[in-house]
T-cell receptor, first 113, second 113 residues
Framework: QQQVKQSPQSLIVQKGGISIINCAYE??????FPWYQQFPGKGPALLIA?????SEKKEGRFTISFNKSAKQFSLHIMDSQPGDSATYFC????????????FGTGTRLLVSP | IAGITQAPTSQILAAGRRMTLRCTQD?????MYWYRQDLGLGLRLIHY???????GKGEVPDGYSVSRANTDDFPLTLASAVPSQTSVYFC????????????FGPGTRLTVL
């Protein structure tokens, strides 16, 4: 079963626009929610992460919004740039001291110039 | 340069052959992981190790084995490769303190014919 559901599968945004990717999870024991960015031929790179004790975290143009009651979290990319074109994965894990991440299926983002 | 190295970068393998994917990290992370990435399925955990000398099964462990003789190395072995094991394999590592991020290697692209 897919414990973390991610949408949309693909997304096209104009340069300067806002990219929004959504994820929903089922396991209420998850308490760590990272987002990864992956360029073709490369490994996933940690972008930003949040814990459920806060509703929002911002790092530069990237913001995670977290809704614990709805079991949903989303990634917002403000002022999207062509260099942001990549595949984005949400993930979740329980903080047991080490992290067995459960990933969403990924969103391919294309930012048009 | 601190990070994770994987070898080989890519490999074409005949079905039934034995193959070991190598992974080495120099960040002194206690925890290490193997994921496989398949289109439309995201990344799925194969095996993990939270410290040298211990290993555990992830979501898709069948057909794979691992060992963790020391902190730095975490090889993944396919005892008798099958075409369904065609995938991109990523090794990852993390510290064991709360909130430690999971960092990924560059991947090994494996094709089983």
């Amino acid at each position: 079963q897919q414990q973390v559901k991610q949408s949309p599968q693909s997304l096209i945004v104009q340069k300067g626009g806002i990219s929004i990717i959504n994820c929903a999870y089922e396991n209420t024991a998850f308490d760590y929610f990272p987002w990864y960015q992956q360029f073709p031929g490369k490994g996933p790179a940690l972008l930003i992460a949040i814990r459920p004790d806060v509703s929002e975290k911002k790092e530069g143009r990237f913001t995670i919004s977290f809704n614990k009651s709805a079991k949903q979290f989303s990634l917002h990319i403000m002022d999207s740039q062509p260099g942001d074109s990549a595949t984005y994965f949400c993930a979740a894990s329980m903080n047991t001291g080490f992290q067995k991440l459960v990933f969403g299926t990924g969103t391919r983002l294309l930012v048009s110039p | 340069i601190a990070g994770i190295t994987q070898a080989p970068t890519s490999q074409i393998l005949a079905a039934g052959r034995r193959m070991t994917l190598r992974c080495t990290q120099d960040m002194r992370h206690n925890a290490m992981y193997w994921y496989r990435q398949d289109l439309g399925l995201g990344l799925r955990l194969i095996h993990y190790s939270n410290t040298a000398g211990t290993t555990g099964k992830g979501e898709v462990p069948d057909g794979y084995s691992v060992s963790r003789a020391n902190t730095d190395d975490f090889p993944l072995t396919l005892a008798s490769a099958v075409p369904s094991q065609t995938s991109v394999y990523f090794c990852a590592s993390s510290g064991t303190s709360g909130g430690a991020g999971v960092f990924f290697g560059p991947g090994t692209r494996l094709t089983v014919l």
